[in-house]
């Protein structure tokens, strides 16, 4: 079975702009989680989506929202673009009724 | 505010060595505390997962002990091999609320083992 999937792999962005980033879940995950990982930290959570709601919001600004489509899939969108917003984004879903997390490669953010 | 301590930053272990790395957290609303590895251009890749219930759990070469007393936890790595070499993070969350929810990450131990 396919694990999670992001696209893009890497992207480069001005500041200033806008950028949207996809995920899709494992195969009968209903949750989703975004985190973001700036280099040499661990990462920080930014939403998490399950039955396409948002059920949890971390310490991040209203530049940040996303949204989960009814196949489960998900967007981060980011506007206002900052040069501190260049980090990895991950990607994690989970069965709900279990804890467990899996992650994505991810997609790395390069704000110039 | 730092909930989840992790140390040390890294490791230099020889092959066949055990590699010890802890964490402690704050929040005892935590009842969730995976360990993730993490190698270069990848995501985290669960390794091993523990609730407070029980003070060890092992797979393989990697045990988890957890100390739920002074709010910590360690993992060990057994005959590290140099396929090893890689970030470890630990986390916590509160489980069991129905979904998983929001990890709270330590800040790494970039583990090395030399041959």
């Known amino acids: 079975d396919a694990g999670v999937t992001q696209s893009p792999t890497h992207l480069i962005k001005t500041r200033g702009q806008h950028v949207t980033l996809r995920c899709s879940p494992i195969?009968?995950?209903?949750?989703v989680s975004w985190y973001q990982q700036v280099l040499g930290q661990g990462p920080q959570f930014i939403f998490q989506?399950?039955?396409?709601?948002?059920?949890g919001r971390g310490n991040f600004p209203d530049r940040f929202s996303a949204r989960q489509f009814p196949n489960y899939s998900s967007e981060l969108n980011v506007n206002a673009l900052l040069l501190g917003d260049s980090a990895l984004y991950l990607c994690?879903?989970?069965?709900?009724?279990?804890?467990?997390?899996?992650f994505g490669p991810g997609t790395r953010l390069t704000v110039l | 505010q730092q909930q989840v301590k992790q140390s040390p930053q890294s490791l230099i272990v020889q092959k066949g060595g055990i590699s010890i790395i802890n964490c402690a957290y704050e929040?005892?609303?935590?009842?969730?505390f995976p360990w993730y590895q993490q190698f270069p251009g990848k995501g985290p890749a669960l390794l091993i997962a523990?609730?407070?219930?029980?003070s060890e759990k092992k797979e393989g070469r990697f045990t988890i002990s957890f100390n739920k007393s002074a709010k910590q936890f360690s993992l060990h790595i057994m005959d590290s091999q140099p396929g090893d070499s890689a970030t470890y993070f630990c986390?916590?969350?509160?489980?069991?609320?129905?979904?998983?929810?929001?990890?709270?990450f330590g800040t790494g131990t970039r583990l090395q083992v030399t041959l």
């Open positions: 195969s009968g995950h209903k949750s």
């Open positions: 989506y399950y039955e396409k709601e948002e059920r």
């Open positions: 929040n005892t609303a935590f009842d969730y």
């Open positions: 523990i609730r407070p219930d029980v």
């Open positions: 994690a879903s989970s069965l709900l009724g279990t804890d467990t997390q899996y």
């Open positions: 986390a916590a969350s509160k489980g069991r609320t129905g979904t998983a929810s929001k990890l709270t």
